[in-house]
């Protein structure tokens, strides 16, 4: 079992978050082997001594355990599957667990084509942005064996601080669509709240002092609000990774027959900030759309 031997630790994907994340697996003593499509995203993670893969298939045939958090779910199927891909390539008794945000169904696939190579999969998106990435505070959703899941949270307590087992393999990709569905009405309201406080003549970072405490408070209200008014919208979150992800909670509602119209609209203005040039920026750019 994975606790009884100090595992070689694969990671795929070391952009805006997933580079914080191996980071911290890295300092905490464990050997990492790394692979990014731009290596130059993972030069900070080789400088303090991870080791560098060509391909997600060399990670996976040396890796006791392997991380993936990439873009999208077609990026999913292409780090996983085929004869360069993960699951072909990993060993017996190895773990693999996908953390990019991506579908219930892909999730399942993941795992029931690992179980047949004698390999353990999880499903666990996250969520908290690069900071709670830079800080190892991020919310970690996972589904898949529960057994497997208690092989592996002493890694998800490097990682983050609110880490809850949610059940079988696609649960976790449910439960994240449930907290980008809460964002993506919620930063309607922080923006509104902003624009609304600047229009009435008000100081909105005092306003800010005011709201952020009380029943009106949330995440992104405390932490994200303050980058509008800075006018520093660098992503923690890409612009384009939500769309993607609003999309599919469309689609998995969709087939539950479900209404969603706050999503809806969302999705929306979201597209509609995409066309304008913002895919590459922060979710709470959503403040420019009030601006164009």
Known sequence: MLSKRSPIIGFVGTGVMGKSMAMHLLRAGYSIVVYNRT???ALELLEEGALWATSPKEVA????VVFTIVGYPKDVEETYFGEQGIIENGNPGSYVIDMTTSTPTLAKKIYEEAKGKGIYALDAPVSGGDI???EARLSIMV???ESVYNEILPLFKLLGTNIVYQGQ???GQHTKMCNQIAIATNMIGV???IIY???AG???EKVLESISSGAAGSWSLSNLAPRMLAENFEPGFYIKHFIKDMNIALQEAEAMQLDTPGLSLAKDMYERLANNGEENSGTHALYKYWKM
């Open 61 to 64: 045939k040396q890796a006791h």
């Open 202 to 204: 008000l100081d909105p």
């Open 143 to 145: 589904g898949g064996d």
């Open 191 to 193: 923006c509104e709240a």
């Open 169 to 171: 393999a696609g649960a």
């Open 132 to 134: 709670g990435a830079k």
């Open 197 to 199: 406080a600047e229009k």
């Open 39 to 41: 290596k130059e995203k």
